[in-house]
């Protein structure tokens, strides 16, 4: 394996300039949508999104937000629910509305303003398996210029189903911290007991603030 990778590496240095390749791309039409919504069975709300298509050399991730005439989700018992618009083109259930249980086949119908109906091929809610674990690794990288990047890498730990219908999505957030200390922010005020590095001064909206005290 180690003489596969220096033969690789070699072809990357050697043939460093790289020619760009221009394909021809069809227009996509500014009448189709992109859906991007999903129904579980933890409880609602869930949440549908809908965008205009973007060209695939495009500079942007999604194209813009796009409101529609109606979006129903219903499923194969006859339940079904009209969804709320809360901002352009994001549309939400009740949270006391449609629940997805598992077994039922579930369809997303979309009336679009001039009239035309999209309807989805009916999915069914599948089980899936279960977490054993949730651990993190701490982690450095050293940069070769620059000081040391720390992070961490978060690890799971699960198994799926017997009869192999592993079909199991993972999606976390995360919230991240930074330590600021505006208390030692310093500015050039231009005054004459102000050194060459500025004058310790917090801004405003940090709610530190200076406080000079006269003691008689």
């Not at 973007?54 to 529609?68: A, C, E, F, H, R």
């Amino acid at each position: 394996m180690k003489s596969s990778w220096l033969f690789v590496a070699g072809i990357v240095f050697l043939d460093a300039c790289v020619d760009r390749v221009s394909i021809d791309i069809p227009d996509v039409p500014l009448t189709d949508l992109v859906v991007d919504g999903q129904i579980t069975d933890d409880p609602g709300p869930y949440t549908i999104k809908l965008w205009i298509p973007i060209q695939l050399d495009g500079t942007k991730n999604v194209g813009p937000p796009v409101s529609v005439k109606k979006v129903t989700i219903s499923d194969d018992a006859g339940e079904s629910e009209v969804l709320t618009e809360i901002s352009t083109g994001t549309y939400k259930t009740s949270s006391t509305g449609i629940h997805g249980t598992v077994g039922r086949s579930y369809t997303l119908t979309i009336i679009t303003n001039n009239g035309k109906t999209v309807t989805s091929t009916p999915e069914t809610l599948s089980p899936v398996g279960a977490m054993d674990s949730l651990y993190y690794q701490f982690t450095t990288n050293q940069q070769s210029q620059g000081p040391p990047v720390h992070g961490y890498n978060i690890y799971v730990d699960g198994h799926g189903l017997a009869d192999n219908s592993n079909y199991i999505r993972w999606r976390f957030s995360g919230t991240y911290a930074v330590s600021t200390i505006p208390q030692y922010h310093r500015e050039a005020t231009g005054a004459l007991d102000c050194p060459a590095c500025g004058c310790q001064l917090p801004p405003a909206c940090s709610g530190w603030a200076l406080v000079v005290l006269h003691l008689n």
